[in-house]
């Protein structure tokens, strides 16, 4: 050991105060180096801030944000690019040629004609031009709600900026034609749609998003992962519940994504777009809401079963989950803070988190890469086979309905089938459209895939009995 390093008590003192001054003159460089680079990174921190130039709320093309945020910008524009996980991607697979029962399942609906996996934001407006679902069927202005920065249009058709004039405008632009309404955007989901353009503050801005949360808040639904909305609940209530003002930031960075990832229907006759949260967030609640309504989105093919269609409720799944009960929001995953220089944005290119590990859960666990990899595959893989079974058993009541028909069994008895139909598909398809395939509440999900297994076979006995 003791021959490793020489001993300074052998060197000559001179040499000793030699390096002494030396070094301390390297590090008085060093430490002048360092402080002027931080107040650099300070400087640089500190452009965010900056008074922001001739932003409003026309200023819709996200170019015009570009040059105060030029990384919030880049981040944003990557959306665009080609990127696959194993149950994600923006390759936009063909959904009816991979899964051979899904024509059966939507029978006599649109989604039998066009169904495919959803990409990046940057394709919403192009993909909704591109459907064969707004090719080949008649369909309404209120469709756009979702996929253009259309709030402008809003305001001008109902002629203000005051909220009772933008639910005005939001009214007449649902009940448009499609292709009028089309017209009148130009622009995918853009800066504006969720940011202030004079504070950049998060914000909501989805006229139907804003009422469903009103809905809900007057509901008897249980929200623990929505503190805000407990709050007003046992506040005085003087005014409706507005998430712009009653909401935490942490919330927001939840809410801005529950605009447009949430299960919806349009009003018949007027198509407003409706978010069915009167009764609460799960399953269940919807379901019983459409019932007292009296809804059906179409009537199957086969079966004469009046179906619901269940359209990505990530905002309803995500709501029944651990993370959500825990106060984690869809930004930690999907929008993670990343560093560049001293600055810590927030990382604008919005997808899976499977293709970024590190920052969108490795802040919070500890596990590596691999571990939170295979603890996300083993939760997908059983739900993929739970999905497997209530399909096989919903198309079995599928196939037991229409032979019943066929062989003219009497309406009396066919209808109770019909209604299991109803209940069992509605299920399936309420964790099927999910984009997470469950993630976001592994065990809800099970909970109600074991649910359409037992309506879907319970719909065939009861064909069965005379
Ligand atoms: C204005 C409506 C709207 C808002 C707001 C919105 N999304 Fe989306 N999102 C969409 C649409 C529409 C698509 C599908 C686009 C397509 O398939 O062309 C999509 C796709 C996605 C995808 C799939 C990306 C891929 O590569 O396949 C993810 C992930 C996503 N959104 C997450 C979020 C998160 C997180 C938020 C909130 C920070 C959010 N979205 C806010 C409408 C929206
Ligand atoms: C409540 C918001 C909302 C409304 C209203 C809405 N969408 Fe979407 N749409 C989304 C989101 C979110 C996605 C991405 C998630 C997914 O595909 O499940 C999406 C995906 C899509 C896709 C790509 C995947 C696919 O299904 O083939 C198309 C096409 C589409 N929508 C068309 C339409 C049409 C047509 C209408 C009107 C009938 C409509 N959307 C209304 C939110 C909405
Ligand atoms: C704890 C982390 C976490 C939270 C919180 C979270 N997600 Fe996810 N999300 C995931 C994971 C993991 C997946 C699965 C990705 C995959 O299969 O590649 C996913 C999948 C998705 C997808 C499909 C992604 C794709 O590229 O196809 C969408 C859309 C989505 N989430 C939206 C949301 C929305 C909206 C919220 C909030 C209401 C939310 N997520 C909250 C982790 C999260
Ligand atoms: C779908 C919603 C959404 C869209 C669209 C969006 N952002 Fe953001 N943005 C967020 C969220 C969520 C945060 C995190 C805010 C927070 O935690 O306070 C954020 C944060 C920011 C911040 C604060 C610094 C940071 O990075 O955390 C800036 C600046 C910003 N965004 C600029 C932009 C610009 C510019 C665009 C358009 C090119 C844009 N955003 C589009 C949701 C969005
Ligand atoms: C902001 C913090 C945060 C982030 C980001 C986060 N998680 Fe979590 N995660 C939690 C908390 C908190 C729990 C609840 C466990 C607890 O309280 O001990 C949890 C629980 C889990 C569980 C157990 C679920 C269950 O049902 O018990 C899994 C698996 C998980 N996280 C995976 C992920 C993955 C994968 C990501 C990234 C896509 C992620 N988490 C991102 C905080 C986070």
Redesign the pocket.
């Known amino acids: 050991m003791s021959n490793v390093t020489p001993s300074t008590s052998r060197w000559p003192a001179r040499i000793i105060y030699l390096a002494t001054i030396l070094v301390t003159a390297a590090a008085a460089v060093a430490i002048t180096y360092l402080l002027t680079n931080i107040s650099d990174r300070q400087h640089e921190a500190q452009q965010r801030y900056v008074v922001l130039e001739n932003l409003t709320e026309d200023s819709i093309d996200p170019t015009l944000w570009r040059k105060n945020f030029p990384r919030q910008y880049d981040g944003y524009m990557r959306t665009a690019d080609m990127?696959r996980?194993?149950?994600?991607?923006s390759d936009a697979i063909d959904k009816l040629a991979e899964d051979k029962y899904l024509k059966h399942l939507y029978a006599g609906y649109a989604f039998s004609i066009d169904y495919r996996?959803?990409r990046g934001h940057a394709y919403m407006l192009k993909d909704q031009e591109d459907t064969e679902r707004v090719k080949q069927k008649k369909q309404p202005g209120a469709c756009l709600h979702c996929h253009a920065a259309i709030m402008p249009v809003y305001r001008k058709e109902g002629g203000g900026d005051s909220w009772e004039q933008i639910k005005e405008g939001f009214r007449k632009v649902c009940e448009m034609d499609w292709n009028d309404a089309h017209k009148l955007v130009s622009h995918p989901v853009v800066c504006a749609d969720c940011h202030d353009p004079k504070t950049v503050q998060l914000r909501v801005t989805r006229p139907a998003f804003i009422m469903g949360i009103q809905a809900l808040a007057q509901s008897d639904d249980k929200v623990p992962h929505l503190p805000s909305v407990e709050r007003w609940r046992t506040g005085n209530k003087k005014s409706d519940y507005d998430p712009n003002k009653d909401a935490s930031r942490q919330e927001l960075r939840?809410l801005v994504?529950?605009q447009c990832?949430v299960e919806y229907y349009f009003q018949p006759k007027t198509n407003l777009l409706i978010y069915p949260w009167h009764k609460g967030l799960k399953m269940d609640q919807i379901e019983e809401y459409y019932d007292t309504i009296d809804f059906k989105d179409w009537t199957h093919k086969d079966s004469g079963a009046p179906m619901l269609k269940a359209q990505?409720p990530?905002?309803e799944l995500?709501?029944q989950g651990i993370?959500?009960r825990s106060g984690?929001?869809?930004a930690?995953?999907?929008m993670p803070y990343m560093r560049e220089g001293a600055v810590k944005i927030s990382d604008h290119h919005v997808?899976?988190?499977?293709?970024n590990i590190a920052r969108?859960?490795q802040t919070c666990h500890r596990q590596d890469e691999k571990e939170m990899r295979a603890r996300?595959d083993i939760v997908?893989d059983r739900t993929r086979s739970m999905l497997k079974a209530a399909e096989i058993g919903v198309k079995d009541l599928i196939d037991a309905l229409k032979s019943a028909k066929a062989k003219g069994v009497a309406e009396a008895r066919l209808k109770p089938a019909q209604a299991l139909h109803r209940k069992a598909q509605w299920r399936l398809d309420f964790v099927m459209a999910e984009?997470?395939?469950s993630?976001?509440a592994p065990q809800e999900s099970a909970r109600i895939l074991g649910e359409a297994v037992d309506y879907a076979r319970q719909g065939q006995i009861t064909l069965l009995k005379e």
Request: proline letters at 3%; glycine letters at 2%; hydrophobic letters at 35%.
């Open positions: 990127v996980a194993k149950h994600a991607g996996e959803k939840t994504c529950a990832h990505h990530e905002f995500w709501s993370h959500a984690v929001s869809c930690d995953c999907h997808r899976s988190p499977l293709l969108a859960c996300v997908q984009n997470s395939m993630f976001h």
